[in-house]
């Protein structure tokens, strides 16, 4: 594998969200999408009336694949090690200690994950900042935007290009229309915010 030149990060550090172009070669975007590893319907928790309630495909109709932190994906991780350290440095200087494993997640045609925020109670507390790289090229499906709020601006950038938000800020998938849309995703782990 060839050695990876440090992207440039756009100049779009508006409303708390910065997109790093390109940290991915289309090839390497394949290979993460291909990772045969066994995927999930994946689920969301809410806490309601005293209780923690599964939320199934009325909340999020999404795919789920763990990435674990072992020798075969090591370029992986420490591609996105890379482009945290750099981004946490230069635009939001938050404590983080950790990260957490990557997950590659599919929304096929329909799929889309409503509006939430990515921090929350228990094993959740701890996110910091969340990160999403784009894997799929975008005329490959319609729909499946990122929308960050309150400022309900599409965040659509190139494949391979890695877009980092604080992980309190609500945010939504739009249902995807025609095709697959793949992403990578992970959070950045610390203290909880005071």
Same mark, same amino acid.
């Given at each position: 594998?060839?050695?990876?030149?440090?992207?440039?990060?756009?100049?779009?550090?508006?409303?708390?969200?910065?997109?790093?172009? !390109?940290?991915?070669?289309?090839?390497?975007?394949?290979?993460?999408?291909?990772?045969?590893?066994?995927?999930?319907?994946?689920?969301?928790?809410?806490?309601?009336?005293?209780?923690?309630? &599964?939320?199934?495909?009325?909340?999020?109709?999404?795919?789920?694949?763990?990435?674990?932190?072992?020798?075969?994906?090591? =370029?992986?991780?420490?591609?996105?090690?890379?482009?945290?350290? +750099?981004?946490?440095?230069?635009?939001?200087?938050?404590?983080? &200690?950790?990260?957490? &494993?990557?997950?590659?997640?599919?929304? !096929?045609? #329909?799929?889309?994950?409503?509006?939430?925020?990515?921090?929350?109670?228990?094993? #959740?507390?701890?996110?910091?900042?969340?990160?999403?790289?784009?894997?799929?090229?975008?005329?490959?499906?319609?729909?499946?935007? +990122?929308?960050?709020?309150? =400022?309900?601006?599409?965040?659509?950038?190139?494949?391979?290009?890695?877009?980092?938000?604080?992980?309190?800020?609500?945010? !939504?998938? #739009?249902?995807? #229309?025609?095709?697959?849309?793949?992403?990578?995703?992970? =959070?950045?782990?610390?203290?909880?915010?005071?």
């Amino acid at each position: 594998m060839q050695a990876q030149e440090t992207p440039s990060i756009q100049e779009s550090f508006l409303g708390n969200y910065v997109v790093m172009p !390109e940290v991915f070669s289309p090839e390497e975007c394949r290979r993460i999408v291909y990772i045969n590893l066994p995927a999930a319907q994946a689920y969301v928790t809410r806490f309601e009336e005293g209780s923690f309630n &599964d939320l199934q495909l009325h909340a999020r109709n999404t795919k789920v694949k763990s990435i674990p932190q072992s020798t075969d994906y090591l =370029w992986l991780y420490e591609r996105v090690s890379d482009s945290v350290k +750099l981004v946490n440095r230069q635009f939001y200087r938050f404590a983080i &200690d950790a990260l957490t &494993d990557l997950q590659v997640l599919e929304y !096929e045609n #329909t799929g889309f994950y409503g509006t939430h925020v990515d921090v929350g109670t228990g094993e #959740t507390s701890r996110r910091k900042l969340s990160m999403v790289v784009f894997l799929t090229p975008p005329q490959e499906y319609d729909g499946g935007e +990122l929308i960050l709020k309150p =400022w309900f601006t599409p965040v659509t950038p190139a494949q391979g290009s890695v877009v980092f938000f604080p992980s309190y800020i609500p945010h !939504e998938i #739009t249902p995807v #229309t025609r095709g697959v849309r793949h992403t990578l995703v992970t =959070w950045m782990l610390g203290p909880c915010f005071q």
